[in-house]
């Protein structure tokens, strides 16, 4: 009887190992699946600039949030026409990519008459559906491009604020890529308490075993 039983035990302790061994690797490889997106970047190009200001998250974060947040609340639609070509001032195109793909182009014009203006063509880099338009931008559009390198007189009364608002052209998950990071994080969490779950409940059961086979055994 009790060569049987530690037999018995033998085998479930087997299995026990087999499984956290095959639960073990299963960690990095769910987390390796949730990698990180691409992180946004701009390209700006006008009047002014010899060549296009190339700004990227890694290096310049707080101005690639701050150009993108200039073209990130136009509604779907914006009206059919805009300023007098005349009244428009210089024109600045902005292209957001992700990572070095370009997604999304606009075309800001920060010193325009009535105040600033933005308008977004129908045909989109990345190859999107979108209707053409123009919107109001918001009254920090100049100092935006000028603090992002654009060549741009200091504009002393438009500082912060200004109009914006409707709905998100590109999705959060493009301009925050940190949330990546943390839902890998948070599955990593989860998997390993599964994992530490599983050994309790394991554990728990080969305790009552030998408690039981100790009692029949005395």
Same mark, same amino acid.
């Given at each position: ?16 190992? %087999? ?21 946004? /970047?701009?390209?700006?190009? /006008? ?9 990227r998250s890694d290096t310049q974060s707080t101005l690639v ?13 914006g009206a059919p026409t805009g300023p007098k070509v005349a009244?428009? *001032?210089?024109?600045? %195109?902005?292209?957001?990519?992700? *990572? ?26 990345? *190859? ?41 052209? +590109? ?22 308490? +599964? ?17 039981l086979v100790r009692r029949r055994t005395r």
């Amino acid at each position: 009887m009790v060569g049987r039983t530690r037999r018995v035990l033998g085998v479930l302790a087997a299995v026990v190992a %087999t499984m956290v061994l095959s639960l073990g690797p299963g960690v990095p490889s769910r987390a390796a699946e949730a990698a990180p997106k691409p992180a946004p /970047g701009v390209d700006i190009t /006008g009047v002014g600039l010899s060549e296009p200001l190339r700004l990227r998250s890694d290096t310049q974060s707080t101005l690639v949030l701050a150009v993108i947040d200039q073209v990130n609340w136009f509604g779907r639609t914006g009206a059919p026409t805009g300023p007098k070509v005349a009244d428009l *001032g210089p024109k600045y %195109t902005v292209v957001v990519l992700a *990572g070095e793909a370009p997604k999304q182009t606009f075309d800001l014009y920060p010193l325009a008459k009535g105040g600033p203006r933005a308008y977004r063509p129908a045909k989109q880099p990345d *190859g999107r559906k979108t209707s053409a338009g123009w919107f109001l931008g918001r009254l920090n559009m100049s100092e935006t491009l000028r603090h992002a390198g654009v060549p741009l007189e200091r504009q002393f009364d438009t500082l912060s604020g200004g109009i914006g608002g409707g709905e998100r052209v +590109l999705p959060e998950d493009a301009i925050n890529p940190a949330r990546d990071i943390d839902t890998a994080i948070s599955e990593l969490q989860r998997l390993l308490l +599964l994992n530490l779950g599983v050994v309790l409940v394991i554990t728990t059961g080969l305790a009552g075993i030998a408690l039981l086979v100790r009692r029949r055994t005395r």
